[in-house]
């Protein structure tokens, strides 16, 4: 791998209200050989909005020519030039356009950095008012109704909070299949037009989400969908798994490690109970 001296920064924008947009965003505009923008007529926007003037040859960056594209921005890499990532709105190659850059510059062996912005995904979560110690980023599921509902089934047991975006037409099928798949009382937040003037949280049930959904919705919309709740084990359960495993050859106290690490129960108790039911 041949080092070289471009440097690829990938720039996270403001997500509704260009005031959160730091100093050093503009810094980075500035100094940029080029930019490659998700939408040229969005990013001429941003800048006015900066009160900054981009003098550096802006091209676009989308999904629809990101895999053509990519190679003619890898070279001016290689030649040494400063290329700027910016998309319409958060951090590029999170459910943005950007990730097949990355992954050239890193084979290139261009420096790699990042201008961190304001995320939707953690603002979701901050102010869902559900458990943020554990989540995972699903993003877009797919648009087609069988595609969706199978993956929502293979997260039903998902034990971290979920972030899911969704486009405001398909809120109210996508809100109907999580309440068939995850249950319909499960706990959920919609986040509408985070950061922006109008921005809303409604907070329920899925399938009363559902139905709110169903009367219109518009914007940008990031769903967060609680953690699947954790399954009670029955004590006789774990006592006969303990007896069973010891029936075996296994020795008591790895048999009841072995199950409480498997149930979630306390180790001490767990040992307590078999010894006195032994």
Same mark, same amino acid.
């Given at each position: 791998?041949?080092?070289?001296?471009?440097?690829? +920064?990938?720039?996270?924008?403001?997500?509704?209200?260009?005031?959160?947009?730091?100093?050093?965003?503009?810094?980075?505009?500035?100094?940029?050989?080029?930019?490659?923008?998700?939408?040229?007529?969005?990013?001429?926007?941003?800048? =006015?909005?900066?009160?900054?003037? +981009?003098? #550096?040859?802006?091209?676009?960056?989308?999904?629809?020519?990101?895999?053509?594209?990519?190679? %003619?921005?890898?070279?001016?890499? !290689?030649?040494?030039?400063?290329?700027?990532?910016?998309?319409?709105?958060?951090?590029?190659?999170?459910?943005?356009?950007?990730?097949?850059? +990355?992954?050239?510059?890193?084979?290139?062996?261009?420096?790699?950095?990042?201008?961190?912005?304001?995320? $939707?995904?953690?603002? !979701?979560?901050?102010?869902?008012?559900?458990?943020? =110690?554990?989540?995972?980023?699903?993003?877009?599921?797919?648009?087609?109704?069988?595609? @969706?509902?199978?993956?929502?089934?293979?997260?039903?047991?998902?034990?971290?909070?979920?972030?899911?975006?969704?486009?405001?037409?398909?809120?109210?099928?996508?809100?109907? =299949? #999580?309440?068939?798949?995850?249950? $319909?009382?499960? %706990?959920?937040?919609?986040?509408?037009?985070?950061?922006?003037?109008?921005?809303?949280?409604?907070?329920?049930?899925?399938? $009363?989400?559902?139905?709110?959904?169903?009367?219109?919705?518009?914007?940008?919309?990031?769903?967060?969908?609680?953690?699947?709740?954790?399954?009670?084990?029955?004590?006789?359960?774990?006592?006969?798994?303990?007896?069973?495993?010891?029936?075996?050859? %296994?020795?008591?106290?790895? #048999?009841?490690?072995?199950?409480? #690490?498997?149930?979630?129960?306390? @180790?001490?108790?767990?040992?307590?109970?078999?010894?006195?039911?032994?």
């Amino acid at each position: 791998m041949n080092e070289t001296s471009g440097v690829l +920064v990938l720039a996270g924008t403001p997500i509704g209200n260009v005031a959160d947009a730091s100093p050093a965003l503009a810094r980075a505009l500035l100094a940029a050989d080029r930019v490659a923008a998700e939408d040229t007529r969005r990013f001429r926007q941003l800048c =006015d909005r900066l009160g900054i003037e +981009v003098t #550096a040859p802006v091209v676009s960056y989308f999904d629809g020519n990101e895999a053509s594209r990519t190679p %003619t921005l890898t070279q001016h890499l !290689a030649d040494g030039e400063r290329v700027v990532l910016v998309t319409d709105a958060g951090m590029p190659s999170v459910s943005d356009p950007g990730y097949r850059l +990355v992954v050239a510059a890193i084979e290139l062996g261009v420096e790699i950095t990042a201008v961190p912005g304001p995320s $939707a995904v953690t603002t !979701a979560l901050a102010v869902s008012g559900l458990p943020v =110690d554990r989540f995972c980023f699903e993003g877009f599921l797919p648009r087609k109704p069988g595609p @969706r509902r199978r993956r929502l089934e293979e997260l039903a047991t998902e034990p971290r909070t979920m972030v899911f975006f969704e486009a405001p037409h398909r809120l109210e099928a996508f809100l109907t =299949d #999580a309440a068939q798949a995850l249950g $319909a009382e499960r %706990t959920a937040a919609v986040c509408r037009e985070l950061t922006k003037t109008y921005q809303e949280v409604k907070r329920g049930g899925l399938a $009363a989400l559902a139905s709110w959904a169903a009367e219109g919705v518009r914007g940008e919309i990031t769903v967060v969908i609680a953690p699947a709740p954790e399954e009670q084990t029955d004590p006789d359960d774990a006592l006969a798994q303990v007896a069973a495993l010891v029936a075996s050859g %296994t020795k008591m106290s790895a #048999a009841v490690r072995q199950v409480a #690490a498997a149930t979630g129960l306390d @180790r001490t108790e767990l040992y307590n109970q078999a010894v006195a039911k032994k």
